[in-house]
């Protein structure tokens, strides 16, 4: 409340980056950018709360203090709830040089995600033939 008495409006948001070894962020801001499938989009202390799927990206957030921060993140889910802003995401690099974050995500979180899409086509290919054997020997009987 201020002098008057009159509640004051909360203009911080609390935003913490989850990794599944610690955390990364866990800092006041009064600004969030992310990246979702559908584009871009920004989050402000007075924002409705809201939930997104988060693709490789820069995650940008502004202190009170003023300044510009990043963090590269992988895929990821964002979840607002009142003034309590979270990410959780596989891996993240804070940084400061924005051509070096994105260079990393692009070796590393979108590379991942081609090594992991091949990994997934040769398990279908297999539990595909195993069904196929099942279903040969089940003809047999």
Do not use: W
């Not at 979108?110 to 003809?139: N, P, Y």
């Amino acid at each position: 409340m201020d002098e008057s008495g009159k509640e004051t409006a909360i203009m911080e948001m609390r935003l913490q980056v989850l990794l599944p070894t610690g955390i990364l962020v866990n800092e006041r801001v009064i600004k969030i950018i992310a990246e979702a499938e559908n584009g871009s989009f920004c989050l402000l202390p007075r924002h409705i709360d809201f939930v997104a799927a988060l693709v490789p990206g820069i995650l940008s957030f502004y202190p009170p203090n003023g300044g510009e921060c990043f963090a590269a993140v992988d895929e990821g889910v964002l979840v607002k709830c009142g003034h309590e802003v979270f990410v959780s995401t596989l891996s993240g690099v804070r940084g400061t040089d924005l051509n070096q974050l994105e260079a990393l995500i692009d070796e590393r979180f979108l590379d991942l995600d081609e090594h992991e899409r091949k990994a997934r086509t040769a398990l279908a290919r297999l539990e595909a033939g195993t069904l196929r054997g099942f279903k040969e020997l089940q003809d047999k009987k």
